[in-house]
């Protein structure tokens, strides 16, 4: 019971990409990438639409790996970002 309540614990997160067929590939986060440590601002740019599609840009200013997989996990976690 112990081993199943550690388990829900965990904030693994594992990204499946919607269409692995372009090249995306899955991604595997451990506990590591969600410590709120790591975390930093992500500025988002101002949507703008062409021909039915939307874009957006997103960056962030890291300076250690911890904090580049803090930034990914993020965006990923966001559906519609995933789904891009």
Do not use: C
């Not at 990409?17 to 975390?39: E, I, K, M, V």
């Not at 840009?57 to 519609?80: I, Y």
């Amino acid at each position: 019971a112990e081993e199943e309540a550690d388990a829900s614990l965990s904030k693994a997160f594992t990204y499946l990409p919607s269409h692995p067929q372009y090249g995306q590939r899955r991604r595997n986060f451990d506990d590591a990438s969600g410590d709120p440590g790591n975390a930093v601002e992500i500025r988002r740019g101002e949507p703008f639409t062409d021909r039915k599609s939307t874009f957006q840009a997103f960056a962030a200013r890291v300076s250690n790996q911890g904090q580049v997989s803090w930034v990914l996990r993020s965006l990923l976690e966001d559906r519609k970002i995933a789904a891009a």
